[in-house]
């Protein structure tokens, strides 16, 4: 299976989003190609052809809606490593986090409602 485009977002306090973003701006100086877009609520950094695991895309995207927030967004084949950067940023800033993919809730209805002929198999 190949994820081709993933965004991940964590929700943030302001002291966790000062610290990441404080990482964010030491990972711009690092990597050479960078282009960062500012808008109202928030900044979008663009890193292209990052020497990590040959050659990554991806961007980082902190802002403020209700709370604020950091997400990592990438496109292509090599999008399952948005995981990986996203907990990076988390794990320098000290920020407590889990990943809950589960899903089998969703799975298990899903099957319940495709093995289902009539209501009585339902229930």
Avoid: C, H, W
Avoid at 36 to 62: M, P, S
């Amino acid at each position: 299976m190949i994820v081709e485009k993933l965004k991940l977002t964590a929700e943030l306090s302001e002291q966790e989003y000062k610290r990441v973003e404080e990482i964010v701006e030491k990972l711009r100086r690092k990597f050479p190609n960078v282009m960062v877009k500012e808008y109202k609520t928030q900044k979008k950094l663009t890193f292209l052809d990052v020497e990590l695991a040959g050659r990554l895309n991806f961007d980082v995207i902190l802002g403020k809606r209700k709370d604020y927030f950091v997400s990592v967004e990438m496109e292509g084949t090599k999008a399952k490593y948005a995981f990986q950067i996203m907990k990076v940023l988390l794990d320098e800033a000290g920020v407590s986090y889990s990943f809950t993919l589960d899903g089998k809730e969703v799975y298990d209805s899903l099957r319940k409602k495709l093995k289902e002929s009539t209501l009585l198999e339902f229930l």
